[in-house]
């Protein structure tokens, strides 16, 4: 199983995170697009990515940013979403290589997304969600965001890969659904996200378990809600995760937000014997 780490806001540069991954005996780094280091226009200097990561031999993931929006109803935005879809895409393909040298080759390089939720309207009563109501215009725009992966992505070793944050709207089910019967798409499962909301979506994770190819690891909390913990510090049977991660052949990113909890991660993953980092 090949375990990796999330690009750290105490790392100041590519560099920093790389030194940290080796240190720490980890196989791969997940580049956050919402950080301003890891834009796409940033990104498009694979060559400089690319021999970073060969020096140390590890290879990388991508996480697109969490305001990307394909169904926006604006268009321009809309279009601009789109365009970095694409134009990442293009950054993920050249970093195969990277990965079948110093990760798993039976493994895609992903491109983790989140679904945007969209706007809601505030009535008396109730909420009312504008995907929601505006089904089918959302729909439409699921479709040409398939068919367009599916053309840039073509016979490439690249996944887009969707991962639950605080519960998947029913509507975003149905979009979900429709993404992964394509080869292109697959799902994240967040397992800290997914206590922190009482973990109401594992049924629909669990149902689509053949589709389960990239997890975010860290503990997390019900009640108070918590996550990104270190390993070992919520309320998350851990090693059923993680046996799971590994009956699906997926990849692990430990996902926390500081290198002390980084480190405490990698410390329990060894002390534990789930796998040899």
């Known amino acids: 199983m090949q375990y990796g780490m999330p690009t750290l806001i105490e790392n100041k540069t590519l560099n920093d995170n790389i030194a940290l991954c080796k240190e720490l005996g980890l196989s791969f780094i997940e580049l956050n697009m919402n950080f301003p280091e890891y834009q796409i226009d940033k990104l498009e200097k694979v060559t400089d990515f690319y021999k970073a990561a060969d020096d140390a031999e590890i290879y990388y993931t991508i996480h697109l940013d969490e305001n990307l929006n394909i169904a926006d109803f604006n268009p321009l935005v809309r279009d601009a979403y789109l365009e970095t879809v694409r134009r990442t895409i293009e950054v993920a393909k050249k970093f195969v290589e990277l990965k079948n040298k110093y990760g798993d080759e039976h493994q ?3 491109i983790n997304m989140h679904m945007h939720h969209g706007i809601y309207i505030t009535l008396p ?6 995907y929601e109501r505006d089904f089918d215009i959302y729909m439409d725009y699921f479709k040409i965001f398939r068919n367009s992966c599916e053309k840039w992505i073509g016979e490439t070793d690249v996944k887009i890969a969707i991962e639950n944050t605080e519960g998947f709207r029913d509507y975003e ?6 993404l992964l019967a394509s080869p292109c798409f697959v799902l994240t499962w967040d397992i800290g996200h997914s206590k922190a909301i009482g973990e109401k979506d594992v049924p629909y994770i669990l149902e689509r378990k053949e589709k389960l190819k990239h997890f975010h690891i860290h503990d997390g909390k019900e009640n108070p809600p918590k996550n990104h913990l270190g390993l070992g510090d919520g309320e998350i049977d851990l090693g059923e995760r993680l046996s ?12 926390t937000k500081t290198i002390e909890a980084l480190r405490k991660s990698v410390g329990w993953i060894s002390d534990n014997y789930y ?3």
């Open 173 to 178: 089910k149905k979009a979900i659904d429709y």
């Open 275 to 277: 796998e040899t980092l």
């Open 125 to 130: 009563d109730r909420k009312v969600q504008m």
């Open 108 to 110: 895609s390089v992903t």
């Open 244 to 255: 799971l991660a590994k009956e699906c052949n997926a990849r692990c990113v430990l996902e």
